[in-house]
């Protein structure tokens, strides 16, 4: 079986989604999913990656075969394959495009982390970037909070993705940050985006971008003033520019323990959360599964 981008398109459902990266989250923090970290190669005759993503979870035995190419313009950024496996004897059980699971999953678990960590209250979102990954955080994050307000700024295509959301343009990161209860940092920079002197007390930030070791979106401010939760230690460690800066040992928990009440969450109104995203295989293949249990009608 293959199933294409439109083919996941019809099975897939963000809201479908979210409760399943719930789980998956979980299962991970408490060591109930064989993963190890992602390798990433370097194609740098055009500036990409190629990167293998293989998980376990006991139901789901898969992996993602991902082309990272951040300067694309015409075409996606992201590129992505998974295949499963049928867990008892390693056959073939679905190929299927990656690049829509990748954009969904990714919003999903944002939305996990938000629902766990960003205040009750929280009724203003900023989102700095206007690709793919803005778009579905805008849709996933509104199934866990009740936002009257949401804004976006980004140098290329704020404005085309504005009207199309019908949310406000901001004229900067700053105008769109200030004031807001949750902020998304889905850009493509390697350059810091997002300044710490701009977030609110109580603040809850999202950061999505930025999944290399010389790449940063967040400056030192924001890193030295938030709480700060990752999906993986192992993998933050390792990969995440924004994490090495502030010191792996400023890490509060993996939003899986938070989860599953083995690390607590936020502790005070006015405290300001982080969560650093680098994306887990557990989260495709729990995805993949979902859509391929869709497809057989179960």
Same mark, same amino acid.
Do not use: C
């Given at each position: 079986?293959?199933?294409?981008?439109?083919?996941?398109?019809?099975?897939?459902?963000?809201?479908?989604?979210?409760?399943?990266?719930?789980?998956?989250?979980?299962?991970?923090?408490?060591?109930?999913?064989?993963?190890?970290?992602?390798?990433?190669?370097?194609?740098?005759?055009?500036?990409?990656? !190629?990167?293998?993503?293989? =998980?376990?979870?006991? /139901?789901? &035995? *898969? +992996?993602?075969?991902? $082309?990272?190419?951040?300067?694309? %313009?015409?075409?996606?950024?992201?590129?992505?394959?998974?295949?499963?496996?049928?867990?008892?004897?390693?056959?073939?059980?679905?190929?299927?495009?990656?690049?829509?699971?990748?954009?969904?999953?990714?919003?999903?678990?944002?939305?996990?982390?938000?629902?766990? !960590?960003?205040?009750?209250? =929280?009724?203003?979102? /900023?989102? &700095? *970037? +206007?690709?793919?990954? $803005?778009?579905?955080?805008?849709? %996933?994050?509104?199934?866990?909070?009740?936002?009257?307000?949401?804004?976006?700024?980004?140098?290329?295509?704020?404005?085309?993705?504005?009207?199309?959301?019908?949310?406000?343009?901001?004229?900067?990161?700053?105008?769109?940050?200030?004031?807001?209860?949750?902020?998304v940092?889905?850009?493509?920079?390697?350059?810091?985006?997002?300044? *710490?002197?701009?977030?609110? $007390?109580?603040?809850?930030?999202? %950061?999505?971008?930025?999944?290399?070791l010389?790449?940063?979106?967040?400056?030192?401010?924001?890193?030295?003033r938030?709480?700060?939760?990752?999906?993986?230690?192992?993998?933050?460690?390792?990969?995440?520019g924004?994490?090495?800066?502030?010191?792996t040992?400023?890490?509060?928990?993996?939003?899986?323990?938070?989860?599953?009440?083995?690390a607590?969450?936020?502790?005070?109104?006015?405290?300001?959360?982080?969560?650093?995203?680098?994306?887990?295989?557990?989260?495709?293949?729990?995805?993949?599964?979902?859509?391929?249990?869709?497809?057989?009608?179960?």
């Amino acid at each position: 079986m293959f199933l294409d981008e439109s083919a996941v398109s019809r099975l897939l459902r963000v809201e479908d989604v979210i409760p399943v990266m719930e789980e998956a989250l979980a299962a991970f923090s408490a060591g109930k999913v064989v993963q190890p970290v992602r390798t990433m190669m370097p194609i740098s005759d055009h500036q990409g990656f !190629l990167g293998l993503m293989p =998980a376990y979870t006991g /139901a789901a &035995l *898969g +992996a993602k075969l991902l $082309a990272l190419y951040p300067h694309n %313009a015409a075409v996606p950024t992201h590129h992505a394959v998974i295949q499963l496996f049928r867990p008892e004897t390693g056959e073939p059980l679905v190929s299927m495009d990656g690049r829509l699971i990748t954009e969904v999953r990714t919003a999903a678990v944002s939305a996990v982390a938000t629902k766990y !960590l960003a205040r009750s209250d =929280a009724s203003v979102l /900023a989102i &700095l *970037g +206007a690709g793919v990954q $803005a778009r579905s955080h805008f849709h %996933a994050l509104r199934l866990v909070r009740d936002f009257r307000e949401a804004r976006v700024w980004s140098p290329r295509r704020a404005g085309a993705l504005a009207r199309e959301l019908g949310i406000r343009l901001a004229d900067s990161a700053e105008e769109a940050v200030r004031g807001a209860d949750v902020v998304v940092t889905a850009t493509s920079s390697r350059a810091p985006v997002l300044r *710490g002197e701009w977030l609110s $007390a109580g603040a809850h930030v999202n %950061a999505v971008g930025a999944p290399r070791l010389d790449w940063r979106e967040l400056d030192d401010t924001v890193l030295s003033r938030v709480r700060l939760y990752v999906d993986s230690r192992e993998a933050a460690g390792r990969e995440s520019g924004d994490v090495i800066a502030a010191g792996t040992e400023r890490i509060a928990g993996e939003i899986g323990e938070v989860v599953a009440g083995l690390a607590r969450g936020r502790q005070f109104d006015d405290e300001i959360t982080l969560f650093k995203s680098l994306g887990l295989a557990v989260e495709d293949v729990a995805t993949a599964h979902l859509v391929y249990r869709k497809a057989l009608g179960s």
